[in-house]
């Protein structure tokens, strides 16, 4: 029986779909996947649709089929009281669309209420936050202080009620920092607000066109790179400024005057007062509550600006007239139309990039509906077009002011909003407070935040994935250069470090493991012309006369390294030596000597390499533990030495990986399930149930039949009475499978005229087969007349064994007890398809439910692929 897959048909929603189930007593002809779904269904037996087809097959039971029911993890999972579900809570129930406006339901109005508390609380906080880091970015962007001020109150209204990530909080970020204070130093205050208007213009233009998920094709290593030039290049500023001195444009001089200045430092007082603040920034959350729930930089900059009062040091410049100093951008003079275009991209990519990160970030936070990126990009450069004609920085996602929305509860877009709105207030009432803060103690703060930028989480995993020179050269790019040149570097780096992984691959020579053994020359990956090189230096380490086994782990080989292991191969035969052509991957290393018949696209795929796609194509192969042997050792004949050869491949590949868990289990065996199946060689237990050493206690019988309990001292009843009470199995399994001889002789003994003999030399088979008696007889009784086929016998025998086994004592204890259960399997060996048996309807179905475990919140890939 094939387990066929079909479309579900549309059924009312209050209907509760059934998973795609066969009846076991019943076999469809070949032609019956080609009946419409519906075509069983009451109701449905004249389609208009399709009209030729009856609503069953003459002689056969009704095909019933029930429907697929969505794969819903939830739908597994019991139901829990919302007030004890933190997602009860969260914005994607009550906000689905990001607008603050609740969902339907009886409770909206209280839900509405519950989040404007929420997000009231949220956006205090994160107005906490950020008032002092944006006054800190100002000043180090070389830009007026009101400018971070504008900045974090159109980020925060206009980027908030437009973009597309709902709890995302934007304003002016460190990691524009150095371009923005270049822009500054080369063409003025007043043209860097236009080149951020003109860059919010693009951002727009980007939005517009959805090109949001492909700016995340850049290589991870080469954006953390980048943010960690950034920091590099704020601290040597920065640490500048703590001292008392000025910061320059590029970081190659700041480095360079540094020592000079840490030996003596311009203001010594404004050098402590610095370094006070960077202290009480990195050590306040370890402190304990309630004082670490203020946060860090809003306690570092109160407490150390209070302490400042009494020394002269250099203080935040803050206009008088606030809403005076707001002015409109001015063209660039001179005419330098090039570098203004250039500076304009870099904006409009850096902010783009990191408030994209930014924003991927912020989702994985919280279980909410995912956010919409191109939405995003729309908000980031409206907001960057405001900043700019108002006179503000540029705007970006801030992944600091984000995290603390998260964290402190936000439920939708309105916190950000507020937190824009309390930092316009803030501006406009207590503006003279601004005044008292020291310029040291704001560098002091973007200094922790700086050396914050070189994650050493990030640089560890770089250098797991191999990537770590790809962040290196973007780090020294950044510093040495600028923003833009330091990332090219990187990516051309990522490129060329990729283009060599695809295209050259790695060669590996290991000498004798001992005496008579040979040399292993092992090539892995695509073996192209451009590793010619390599490989021929690699060969070359193999002595003369030294018998070789060279493993092709391959999945391409063009013809230049065809023909240099070809010839390779005949040299060292010419010279007498053994060599061994061990094709593990999927690329041939022989040429057929006779044509193939030619197909359609053979000449598409001679002149562009192409696969071979025609209907004859063979798939790609499995993994030698998997495919026969007859696969894989080259048409040998089934002799000893096939045998041994497939021992020695164990030795060599699958060993080592199954060898840890072996080791555990030399104190004994611990399996889960007792596995009863057909002696047939086709079925291989493990390979089905995706199962290793020590997972299956196996049974394997002629016909996978279950003696009665008067067949004492049979070895079948011994195997289950120890599964089940000395190594105490959890499940019993009986699995019946398609084309069973067994069964098929046991069909043909039940015939009219047969004469079961047991004489001859199948006497004792001849015995065996009356075990499977009573499945002849319930499969007789269920259909009126023994089953036409012996693969609906043979599905009936499986539901017949877990009879029998219920009337073994031990199994029907241990099932009493609720420590066993019976599973019921059916295995289709020209599909290669397991169904499963359903013994509440009597039928087969195919299983849907994965047990595969699923991420949680805040786990990462690592997490499910950790050993």
């Given amino acids: 029986m094939h387990a066929e897959h079909h479309e579900p048909r549309k059924q009312p929603s209050s209907v509760t779909p059934a998973p795609t189930a066969l009846p076991y007593p019943s076999e469809p002809d070949t032609d019956r996947a080609k009946i419409p779904d519906h075509a069983d269904s009451p109701g449905h037996a ?33 139901a829990a009281d919302s007030s004890d579900d933190p997602a009860s809570d969260d914005p994607a129930r009550h906000d689905p669309d990001g607008t603050g406006r609740p969902g339907s339901g009886g409770s909206a109005g209280r ?64 990691g524009l920092t150095a371009v923005v204070a270049e822009i500054v130093a080369t063409h003025g205050w007043r043209t860097a607000c236009f080149v951020t ?37 704020i601290v040597i500023g920065q640490i500048h400024v703590v001292l ?48 670490s729930s203020i946060p860090a930089p809003l306690a570092a900059v109160s407490m150390v600006t209070a302490a400042s009062l009494p020394f002269d040091v250099p203080r935040v410049a803050l206009p008088d007239d606030l809403l005076g100093a707001i002015a409109l951008p001015e063209l660039p003079a001179g005419g330098d139309w090039g570098a203004i275009t250039l500076a304009v991209l870099t904006v409009a990519l850096v902010a783009s990039i990191e408030s994209l990160l930014s924003a991927v970030a912020v989702e994985a936070m919280h279980s909410g509906p995912r956010g919409d990126l191109d939405r ?81 989480a990030h640089i560890r995993a770089i250098a797991r994935h191999g990537e770590l020179a790809i962040y290196l050269t973007t780090v020294v790019g950044v510093v040495l250069f600028n923003l833009l040149e330091g990332v090219l570097i990187g ?24 005496p008579g053994s040979p040399w292993r020359v092992v090539v892995e990956g695509a073996l192209t012309f451009l590793s010619l090189p390599r490989l021929s230096r690699r060969l070359a380490e193999v002595p003369a006369g030294a018998s070789v086994r060279l493993d092709l782990a391959v999945d391409y080989l063009d013809h230049g390294a065809h023909k240099m292991l070809d010839d390779w191969i005949a040299e060292r035969h010419r010279a007498g030596a053994t060599v061994t052509v061990d094709e593990v991957g999927a690329a041939p290393l022989a040429i057929p000597t006779v044509a193939a018949r030619p197909r359609e696209g053979r000449l598409s795929k001679s002149l562009f390499g192409g696969r071979s796609t025609g209907r004859h194509a063979r798939s790609a192969r499995p993994p030698r533990w998997l495919a026969p042997w007859s696969d894989w050792q080259h048409g040998q004949l089934h002799d000893r030495q096939h045998l041994l050869n497939g021992v020695d491949e164990f ?19 611990r399996p889960s399930t007792l596995f009863i199946t057909c002696s047939d060689s086709r079925l291989v237990p493990n390979v089905i149930t995706s199962s290793g050493p020590g997972d299956l206690f196996t049974v394997r019988t002629p016909g996978a039949f279950v003696p009665g309990p008067q067949a004492v001292g049979d070895s079948t009843l011994a195997a289950i009475e120890y599964a089940v009470e000395v190594l105490r199995v959890r499940t019993i399994a009986v699995c019946g499978h398609s084309g069973c001889g067994a069964v098929a002789a046991l069909l043909d003994r039940g015939t009219p005229g047969h004469s079961g003999s ?64 019976l599973v019921g399997m059916w295995f289709d060996i020209a599909t290669a398809r397991a169904i499963v048996l359903n013994e509440s309807t009597d039928r087969f179905e195919i299983p849907t439910v994965s047990v595969v475990p699923v991420l949680e919140s805040g786990q990462r890939l690592a997490d499910a692929t950790r050993g």
């Fill in 46 to 78: 004249e389609n208009p649709d399709h009209p030729e087809k009856p609503d069953r097959l003459p002689g056969r039971r009704p095909w019933r089929r029930a429907r697929r029911a969505p794969a819903s993890p939830a739908a597994d999972r019991p």
């Fill in 491 to 514: 990516i051309a780096t990522a490129l060329l470090l990729a283009l060599r992984r695809t295209l050259v691959a790695p060669v590996h020579v290991h000498p004798p493991t001992g």
């Fill in 376 to 456: 995003e990009l729309l908000g980031q450069g409206a907001a960057n077009t405001v900043s700019g004609l108002l006179g503000g920085l540029p705007v970006t996602g801030v992944i600091v002011r984000s995290s603390t929305n998260v964290r402190a509860g936000a439920r939708t877009r309105a916190s950000a909003i507020l937190h824009g709105l309390w930092m316009a207030g803030f501006a406009l009432l207590l503006a003279p407070l601004v005044g008292r803060i020291p310029l040291a103690v704001l560098a002091g703060l973007l200094v922790v935040i700086g050396i914050r930028l070189v994650d050493l």
């Fill in 111 to 174: 839900t509405l209420r519950g989040a404007w508390r929420h997000d009231l609380e949220a956006s205090v906080v994160v107005f906490l936050v950020a008032l002092p880091l944006s006054l800190g970015i100002a000043v180090a962007s070389g830009a007026p202080v009101v400018a971070g001020i504008i900045a974090a109150v159109v980020g925060g209204v206009v980027a908030g009620a437009v973009g597309g990530v709902p709890l995302q909080v934007s304003g002016p970020a460190a």
């Fill in 758 to 821: 047991s004489v001859g030399p199948l006497r004792n088979l001849e015995a065996w087969l009356r075990h499977g008696e009573p499945a002849l007889a319930r499969a007789a009784r269920d259909a009126g007349g023994l089953p036409p086929e012996p693969d609906e016998l043979s599905r009936v025998s499986v539901a017949q064994q877990l009879v029998a086994l219920r009337g073994l004592s031990v199994v029907r204890r241990a099932e009493a007890e609720g420590r066993l259960q």
């Fill in 197 to 233: 208007a003109a860059a919010g213009v693009v951002q727009i233009l980007f939005g517009l066109s959805r090109v949001a998920r492909a700016a995340l094709a850049i290589s991870p290593a080469v954006v953390h790179g980048m943010l960690a030039g950034i920091g590099l290049t």
């Fill in 244 to 291: 008392g001195g000025t910061a320059g444009s590029a970081a190659w001089d700041n480095l360079i005057v540094l020592p000079g200045e840490i030996v003596s430092p311009a203001v010594p007082a404004a050098a402590l007062l610095g370094i006070a603040t960077i202290a009480l920034t990195v050590v306040w959350t370890r402190l304990p509550r309630p004082l």
């Fill in 651 to 669: 030795h060599r590949r699958t060993a080592p990986m199954i060898e840890p868990f072996l080791t555990e289990l030399t104190a004994g065996q």
